[in-house]
């Protein structure tokens, strides 16, 4: 393959590139192997990566990527899987992040550099607004704190895991100054919120049971109430259908 040849081979995928092609440290990538790395953040930088280095992250990413069951998101800041018990992370500027709920020790929401508020904080309340729809209420106590600056630069949920290598994850909801009583502001105040009371929702829960253990009663009826909540209020459920399981459930 000269200088010249407008066909190469990704050297992650094999595919032949065609005129689209990207230079990597060993070749070329095709335009899906490039756009892959920089979407899902595999790879820094991906002109520095070999095919193969990025073939084998990229093998990691989705088989990680098949085995989680969403049953849960907020926008595209965060998934959650109730039943691989783990939150999905995808972020721009590094690596896209799965991480189990009983890995997450802590997290907070912080404005401008500040901490807001933090996991303990949170308290019932917050957990309460997934389940009672107590936005307002609840967006005023998180970020009502700060009433004397009009505007805002960031806004940003910071969760602390117990990986050593990489404990810090950042969700980045705001990052450009924005008046407080714009709408901008308030949408990034209810998204914060959500995130906030559904990831003190999936840590409040105990995960210590082994797997063989869980059994019907090992699943408390109330985790089973929030579920079915978040279900009505998301409208996978109808208030029937809610109503149906509920009575089953007290039943
Ligand atoms: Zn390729």
Not at 51 to 74: C, P, R, Y
Not at 78 to 86: G, L
Not at 125 to 138: Q, S, T
């Given at each position: ?5 407008l ?24 335009p ?35 085995n ?6 907020v ?18 500027k ?11 020790l802590?997290?907070?929401?912080i ?35 700060k ?32 008046k ?17 009371s ?49 009575e089953?459930?007290?039943?």
């Amino acid at each position: 393959m000269g200088l010249f040849s407008l066909k190469e081979t990704c050297s992650c995928c094999g595919k032949t590139t065609g005129f689209n092609k990207f230079k990597c440290k060993n070749g070329y990538l095709c335009p899906d192997c490039f756009k892959a790395a920089r979407l899902k953040g595999l790879v820094i930088n991906p002109f520095n990566t070999t095919g193969e280095e990025l073939k084998i992250k990229l093998e990691k990413f989705n088989s990680k990527m098949d085995n989680f069951k969403e049953t849960a998101k907020v926008g595209n800041y965060i998934s959650f899987s109730d039943i691989t018990n783990e939150v999905y992370v995808p972020n721009m500027k590094s690596e896209h992040r799965f991480i189990k709920y009983s890995d997450i020790l802590d997290f907070e929401l912080i404005e401008d550099g500040e901490t807001i508020v933090t996991k303990g904080g949170l308290g019932r309340a917050v957990a309460g607004g997934v389940l009672f729809g107590g936005v307002g209420a609840i967006v005023g106590g998180v970020t009502g704190k700060k009433k004397s600056k009009h505007t805002v630069k960031s806004v940003k949920i910071k969760i602390t895991t117990n990986d050593i290598k990489d404990p810090i994850v950042f969700i980045t909801l705001l990052q450009k100054e924005t008046k407080k009583d714009s709408l901008i502001y308030k949408n990034s105040a209810k998204t914060a919120q959500e995130i906030l009371s559904r990831l003190k929702v999936v840590t409040s829960k105990d995960y210590s049971t082994k797997p063989e253990e869980v059994g019907q009663a090992k699943i408390s009826v109330a985790d089973e109430l929030i579920k079915l909540k978040t279900l009505l209020d998301e409208g996978i459920l109808t208030q029937e259908e809610f109503n149906k399981q509920k009575e089953k459930l007290l039943n």
